[in-house]
């Protein structure tokens, strides 16, 4: 299976503010690599696919980059309602497999 | 606008067969991967499986042969089920779309896998 190693595991951070959340893959996956929230109680949504690419609806302060097996989220001017629960996935080859969530709390 | 809406036993003894049925909504059956996707209690996301609606079907290796996804197309509805369950299977299972979207990376067009439309999520609960 593709490990998917997420970093940090939580974070405290202001309205306002960026922020930026790393996953690293155990191997290539190529720009397979795919990005939700999730809010207490919620299911999760969609945020970005293809590494870079917003889904539909997102806004425009999020956004996805990769260097090599490395992966980034950063949220530009963090908004109340962002504060959630991110998950990255790798959706390169089955078993899909997720990071273990990176918590945005407010400070 | 797709909207998925599941349901199932949400309390389970040890040893018995877990199963949840999402129906689907709204949009076409055809052309997506129906997917189950777990959350333990206070835990991360686990992905259970997929199904095509071709009805070819790829599983966790993790939950071996206990996993199986079915898809009913005649009543746009597919579902799971989970042999011999355990406390470990507590969870909020959920039931989603999976899309193939087609993008342009460095003039390359490729298709990529994700999941954009979640049910509400079903707790089920195993416990003697």
């Known amino acids: 299976d593709i490990q998917m190693t997420q970093s940090p595991s939580s974070l405290s951070a202001s309205v306002g503010d960026r922020v930026t959340i790393t996953c690293r893959a155990s191997?290539?996956?190529?720009?397979?690599l795919n990005w939700y929230q999730q809010k207490p109680g919620k299911a999760p949504t969609f945020l970005i696919y293809a590494a870079a690419s917003l889904q539909s609806g997102v806004p425009s302060r999020f956004s996805g980059s990769r260097s090599g097996t490395d992966f980034t989220l950063t949220i530009n001017n963090l908004h109340p309602e962002d504060f959630a629960t991110y998950y990255c996935q790798q959706s390169y080859t089955t078993p899909r497999t997720f990071g273990q969530g990176t918590k945005v709390e407010i400070k | 606008q797709v909207q998925l809406q599941q349901w199932g036993a949400g309390l389970l003894k040890p040893s018995e067969t877990l199963s949840l049925t999402c129906g689907v909504s709204?949009?076409?059956?055809?052309?997506?991967?129906w997917t189950w996707i777990r959350q333990p209690p206070g835990k991360g996301l686990e992905w259970i499986g997929e199904?095509?609606?071709?009805?070819?079907?790829d599983y966790n290796p993790s939950l071996g042969s206990r996993v199986t996804i079915s898809v009913d197309m005649s009543q746009n509805q597919f579902s799971l089920s989970l042999k011999s369950v355990t406390a470990a299977d507590t969870a909020v299972y959920y039931c989603?779309?999976?899309?193939?979207?087609?993008?342009?990376?460095?003039?390359?067009?490729?298709?990529?896998?994700?999941?954009?439309?979640w049910g509400q999520g079903t707790t089920v609960t195993v416990s003697s």
């Open positions: 199904i095509k609606d071709s009805g070819g079907a």
């Open positions: 989603v779309r999976g899309v193939l979207i087609y993008s342009i990376i460095r003039r390359s067009g490729k298709y990529f896998n994700g999941m954009d439309v």
């Open positions: 191997q290539n996956i190529d720009n397979h």
């Open positions: 709204g949009g076409s059956f055809s052309g997506n991967f």
